[in-house]
């Protein structure tokens, strides 16, 4: 008996051990297979705002011609490359961002508005109240209805008078030459390669009135791209109100650095001026306005128009097919989104040959050149900026003191690998 009570005792310890094994097993597979693994987390896809892409306003808006980069996280704004992600505050006009095709290799990108928050906020309570006496609408069908609107949809081909009144620069001197151009080159539709507009649905020609009555620099971009030597970064794509175009480092950026690069940059921007007056396409740019955000620089030391939504056009072929004279008369609300309805914008017969380049010797040039050099150069650099600057004085004399400054910064230049854009083809030219 005695006997029977220890050998149930001992199976019944070997029973306790083995269910204890065995729950202990158990627990083990399942916190293998439940518990979530302590490795890296893959991150989560942001999930895009519409209002932060301004596609609850189109399409009232520039396009959608790059939304599904944004979508596919093939276009990520420089805040996405930290741990946590997230958008950048919608108020700001403009944007550091990376752009890729393959999501292996990227490379950095500029994402900006037409105009600030602020100022589109503005713009589309104007619009409500305006149209419809209300303090918000659809901007979509508040500016169908609108007369000018009305005749866009009717037109088979984009004429002078359908853009007379509009306030941007680019559109105060409008030739059909230049009209149709926009046409054939207006990269959110479909390429059709027609100075007819066929090929534009509806809303296409809304959003291109649009654009043209807020800020051309998208437009601009498009028809003289930088592929045919144009002065201009590559315009990607739009989404909404955001338009995405390469990468660039504002000119400011640039001042008070060393000799070289400063003759090197002065010597671009004066180029520019001069091309953008004399081209084989026969059209006069001129700025009606500049400051240190309008010029920008490339990563290989090129220097470009970062900002052309203050260029106007003049076509010289055809100056006499552009009319001026009714501008008072046609304005309406897509005259004044952007700026102030009773202003009267000058004629294109009062801008003169010289107005950019007087703007730059007088407001960009002194920044980069004044205080840069040794006396005798510096003092023959100021003089010719003084004269270069003053808008009071005969075109010619601007000119030639245009081409002292030309002159006198050429033998400044140096020729080596900071200045990669023409490097090293100095090394065989005449001069080196």
């Not at 029977?4 to 204890?20: E, I, N, T």
């Not at 359908?162 to 409008?174: D, E, I, N, Y």
């Not at 128009?305 to 009319?323: C, F, N, P």
Request: charged share 20%.
């Amino acid at each position: 008996m005695l006997e029977m009570r220890s050998w149930l005792h001992h199976l019944s310890f070997k029973l306790l051990l083995s269910l204890l094994c065995l729950s202990l097993k158990l627990s083990s597979f399942l916190d293998a297979t439940v518990s979530p693994s302590p490795g890296p987390r893959v991150k989560p896809s942001y999930s895009f705002g519409r209002t932060f892409l301004g596609l609850d306003k189109c399409n009232a808006c520039i396009g959608t011609s790059i939304c599904k980069k944004f979508f596919k996280e093939e276009i990520r704004f420089d805040s996405w490359l930290s741990s946590h992600l997230k958008l950048p505050p919608n108020y700001l006009s403009c944007y550091t961002g990376n752009y890729s095709d393959d999501t292996k290799n990227w490379r950095p990108v500029e994402i900006s508005r037409l105009t600030t928050k602020y100022q589109h906020d503005q713009s589309d309570k104007k619009i409500c109240t305006s149209l419809t006496n209300a303090k918000s609408c659809s901007i979509e069908h508040a500016l169908w209805k609108t007369e000018r609107f009305q005749k866009w949809l009717k037109a088979k081909r984009l004429t002078p008078l359908l853009v007379q009144g509009l306030g941007t620069a680019m559109l105060r001197c409008p030739s059909q030459r230049l009209l149709d151009r926009i046409v054939r080159r207006y990269a959110e539709v479909s390429d059709a390669g027609s100075i007819f507009m066929d090929h534009f649905t509806d809303r296409d020609k809304l959003r291109l009135l649009y654009t043209l009555s807020v800020n051309t620099h998208p437009i601009m971009l498009q028809i003289f791209p930088g592929a045919e030597g144009w002065p201009f970064p590559k315009y990607l794509g739009s989404c909404g109100r955001l338009i995405v175009t390469t990468s660039t480092r504002p000119l400011k950026e640039f001042y008070g650095l060393s000799p070289d690069i400063a003759a090197d940059l002065a010597l671009q921007l004066l180029a520019i001026i001069d091309s953008m007056s004399n081209n084989d396409l026969h059209y006069f740019f001129y700025f009606t306005r500049v400051d240190a955000g309008t010029f920008g620089v490339f990563s290989d030391g090129h220097l470009f128009i970062r900002d052309a939504s203050t260029l106007g056009v003049i076509d010289k072929q055809e100056e006499g097919s552009q009319l001026m004279d009714g501008q008072q008369k046609h304005k309406d609300i897509f005259s004044c989104l952007v700026t102030d309805c009773q202003s009267v914008l000058p004629s294109c017969s009062s801008t003169r040959h010289t107005q950019s380049l007087t703007m730059v010797c007088e407001g960009l040039l002194p920044k980069l050149l004044k205080g840069t050099f040794l006396p005798p150069v510096q003092q023959k650099i100021d003089g010719a900026l003084d004269v270069c600057g003053d808008s009071s004085l005969p075109v010619q004399e601007v000119i030639m003191a245009a081409q002292v400054l030309v002159e006198t910064l050429k033998p400044l230049q140096t020729c080596d690998s900071r200045f990669a854009y023409r490097y090293p083809d100095c090394k065989y030219s005449a001069k080196h």
